[in-house]
C-alpha cells in the first residue's frame, strides 16, 4: 500500500486548508476495509495523532484541532480528505497520513504502531 499526501501550504492565521491522501495498492476490497488516520509532526516534537476515520466512518480527533478539523473519505476515489479551518500557527507540522488493515479499537486510535502504512507527510505552514 501506498500513500501520496498532498495540499499542504502557506496559509494565515484563521485561514484553512484541505490535504488529501490517496491510496494505491490496496486489496481487492479498496480503501473501504482500511482505518484511515492524520497525524503530525512539529518541528523538535514528537509525531503526534490529529485524526482518525474508521473503515465504518466513525471519526475521532485530538483534542487540540476539535471543532476546526474535519476527516472524510471517498471510497470510490481511495481518498481520504483532512479539511481544516481556523488554522493556528501551532498547527504548523508535516502532516502525515496512515492506514490501517486492521479495526482499531478506540482507545487504541491514536496509537502510531497501529497503523500499518505512512504517506510521506505533507508541510502546512501558518503564519501569524
Known amino acids: 500500500v501506498q500513500l501520496q499526501a498532498s495540499g499542504g501550504g502557506l496559509v494565515q492565521a484563521g485561514g484553512s486548508l484541505s490535504l488529501s491522501c490517496v491510496a494505491s495498492g490496496l486489496s481487492k476490497y479498496g480503501l473501504s476495509n482500511y482505518g484511515m488516520g492524520w497525524f503530525r509532526q512539529a518541528p523538535g516534537k514528537e509525531r503526534e495523532f490529529v485524526a482518525a476515520?474508521?473503515?465504518?466512518?466513525?471519526?475521532y480527533y485530538a483534542d487540540s484541532v476539535k471543532g476546526r478539523f474535519a476527516i472524510s473519505r471517498d471510497n470510490a476515489k481511495n481518498t481520504v480528505y483532512l479539511r481544516m479551518n481556523s488554522l493556528k500557527p501551532e498547527d504548523t507540522a508535516v502532516y502525515y497520513c496512515?492506514?490501517?488493515?486492521?479495526?482499531?479499537?478506540?482507545?487504541?486510535?491514536?496509537?502510531?504502531?497501529?497503523?500499518?502504512?505512512w504517506g510521506q507527510g505533507t508541510l502546512v505552514t501558518v503564519s501569524s
Open positions: 496512515a492506514a490501517s488493515r486492521f479495526v482499531i479499537a478506540p482507545q487504541y486510535i491514536a496509537t502510531m504502531s497501529r497503523y500499518d502504512y
Open positions: 476515520i474508521s473503515s465504518g466512518g466513525s471519526t
